[in-house]
């Protein structure tokens, strides 16, 4: 029989890990259903938002909450470029060049990242990893709170502006149908623009909120990429609100499974979800009932 | 005519490389020929599947991985010779490829290069984590060369020096690349293109896209074994850190800069970016960098390629030729 603290302790671990695979499962499920573009450099937004807000903290004299609000801002610019460079030039021409020109980002901001940062992996300091705060039995850092807080906090954001604000209606349309949107006076550069940059400032924030809990390598995004991925596919392509709650339950899935079954088996887990999901329901566990909500 | 020039300069194409250990004395050259063999092969038969039906498999390296370890464990654990042991190494890969593929060839495009990178990483995982079949991280040591091929009482071929091993390559890659070359100029062939312009449309016209897809998938992935296979029994040691990520983007970039779906690109592309990094020695911790930069610059600004800036060269001159001033 497992004690019922030591579950609940590892779910928690799992949630607070499942709101960073959502928020960067988040950026690539909008990109995937408003764009239907597969953008496999988003791992590497992650990364960077992780050494951008080291970076910023360190210069900043500490000042971590400041330092995540810059690295969304400069990650966010990155997606930019990356929408201007690599995407919109092969809009249109089906999935492959797209996965293949992302892909080689991928890989050029990875190694960039290696010759740049260094191998070593580094650790970020922001004193929050230090206090612990206990509920029922479950204890947790003030970090792990913080990273479920603000995830929570962002996606609520994330689903105001897609529900609430012209941007996110217009945002919508094109999910439905580009060139209906685009008929009815939608300019889908512009709606492009804006989906990159909030996928970039939410897989930042992932990153920024992450790194002081492990460590930042530059090969970080690759492996969270991929994840994110699995998150994408079980949540439904272009399902926010799937993303989400898959997002959550990746991360408890894997928790119980590294805790319970065998931990050098955690990635395992999360590759055996996927193949099994694709095998049993392609098109993601919530993938019908609010296909394309993004 | 055209086809029996093709054919005279195929001929002398091959009798060239025939001679070439003639002229190449250096064994470390040599051996660099024989690595540019084997990503000849293994670019070939991942524009098979990536460029001719346009399905982008990101999990090449296993295959490559699975064929060097299925032959080796066959020859070296079952007892069975090595000839045997190298077909076997194709035929597993073959499994292995149907076993992903029948799940995720149903799907869109990206699903699938996502699943084949999830089923790389497993892969590699496997081979680092099942200690008592792979040996884990330490890899495999000792794994036999071919038998020596005896004719009566005169010793033919014995598997001992670089050139042997390079006449094997080439004919390895001279037979895989013929039939390649069959299946693409068949309807078969066709059917795969027509997969990859438009799927929708071909099942119309009656075409198992399924079907043809997974064929296309257990194709590509014998090949790969088969390059798996022989660079087990060639570099006589083999362990997970050969079939990585990395390897398969080399690939890709093979592909993709010598021209993606073209027959000649990925055999152009696996020659030079093996003699690349060889050349190029002193930047070496840049290589990927560039790759990965050649790689998204050369989708956007040149989809076909080298093979492709090679033809509307000659289409450019030919074109000029036959205006008259």
Redesign the interface.
């Known amino acids: 029989m497992i004690p019922t603290t030591e579950l609940a302790q590892q779910a928690v671990n799992g949630l607070v890990m499942g709101g960073v695979y959502a928020l960067i499962a988040l950026g690539l499920t909008l990109i995937f259903g408003i764009l239907d573009q597969a953008n496999f450099a988003h791992g590497e937004l992650y990364m960077i938002g992780a050494y951008a807000t080291l970076y910023f903290s360190e210069s900043l004299g500490g000042m971590y909450p400041l330092a995540v609000l810059f690295a969304m801002f400069s990650v966010a610019l990155i997606a930019l470029f990356y929408e201007w460079l690599l995407f919109r030039p092969l809009r249109g021409k089906g999935h492959l060049p797209a996965i293949i020109s992302s892909l080689g980002a991928s890989i050029f901001l990875w190694n960039l990242g290696l010759i740049i940062f260094g191998s070593a992996p580094r650790q970020m300091r922001t004193g929050l990893s230090e206090v612990t705060v206990n509920f029922w039995g479950v204890s947790l850092t003030l970090q792990r709170l913080l990273v479920l807080v603000v995830a929570l906090a962002l996606i609520l954001c994330l689903y105001f502006i897609i529900m609430k604000t012209r941007m996110g209606r217009a945002m919508r349309a094109t999910a439905q149908d580009p060139e209906v949107a685009a008929l009815l006076g939608i300019d889908i550069n512009r709606i492009a623009e804006a989906t990159f940059i909030i996928g970039g400032a939410l897989a930042a924030a992932a990153g920024a909120l992450i790194g002081p809990i492990f460590l930042i390598y530059p090969a970080m995004g690759l492996m969270a990429c991929l994840k994110a991925f699995v998150v994408v596919i079980l949540g439904g392509l272009g399902n926010v609100m799937g993303a989400v709650i898959a997002g959550f339950a990746l991360g408890v899935i894997e928790s119980l499974g590294a805790g319970f079954i065998a931990s050098a088996y955690k990635d395992f887990f999360a590759f055996l979800v996927l193949i099994l999901v694709l095998w049993a329901r392609p098109e993601g566990f919530l993938g019908k009932t609010a296909k394309k909500a993004g | 005519m055209k086809g029996s020039t093709k054919f005279i300069t195929g001929l002398l194409v091959i009798g060239g490389l025939v001679c070439v250990p003639w002229i190449v004395k250096n064994p470390y050259y040599l051996h660099i020929i024989i690595m540019s063999g084997i990503f000849v092969l293994l670019a070939s038969s991942m524009n098979l599947i ?1 460029g001719c039906t ?1 399905r ?1 498999n ?1 999990g090449h390296a296993a295959f490559y991985g699975i064929g060097a370890y299925g032959s080796t464990l066959v020859v070296m654990k079952l007892g069975f010779p090595v000839w045997f042991g190298m077909v076997m190494g194709g035929l597993i890969t073959v499994f292995f490829g149907v076993l992903i593929g029948i ?2 060839l ?6 699938l ?3 084949t ?3 790389g ?2 892969t590699r ?1 496997a081979m680092i ?1 099942f200690v008592p079949l792979t040996n884990g991280p330490l890899g495999i040591r000792g794994i036999p060369g071919p038998p020596t091929i005896v004719f009566g009482h005169t010793t033919l071929i014995s598997f001992e020096s670089k050139t042997s091993y390079y006449y094997l390559i080439l004919v390895l890659c001279v037979l895989c690349l013929l039939i390649i070359r069959r299946v693409l100029n068949s309807q078969i062939g066709r059917t795969f293109m027509a997969i990859r312009e438009d799927e929708v449309r071909a099942e119309t016209v009656g075409i198992d896209t399924i079907q043809v897809k997974i064929m296309n998938f257990a194709l590509g992935a014998f090949f790969a074994g088969i390059a798996g296979s022989f660079y087990a029994h060639y570099v006589r040691f083999i362990s997970p850190d050969t079939f990585t ?1 990395g390897e398969t ?1 080399t690939m ?1 970039t093979m592909v ?1 800069i010598g021209g993606l779906g073209t027959f000649y690109g990925p055999i152009i592309g696996g020659v030079i970016f093996t003699f690349l990094p060889e050349l190029l020695r002193a930047i070496a ?2 290589r ?2 560039l ?7 050369a ?2 600004f040149m ?1 076909d390629g080298i093979i492709g800036l090679f033809q509307s060269w000659i289409t450019g001159r030919t074109k000029k030729g036959d205006k008259p001033t």
Do not use: D, Q, R, W
Request: overall charge neutral; aromatic content about 12%; charged content about 10%.
């Open positions: 990536t346009g982008l990101l799940p995720c149903k799907l869109k495009g990206s699903y290069a996502i699943t990178l999830a089923f990483e497993i995982l984590n990520l983007f890709l993709v911790e840049y990927m960098i790759y990965g930069l050649m790689m998204s610059v989708i956007i989809p």
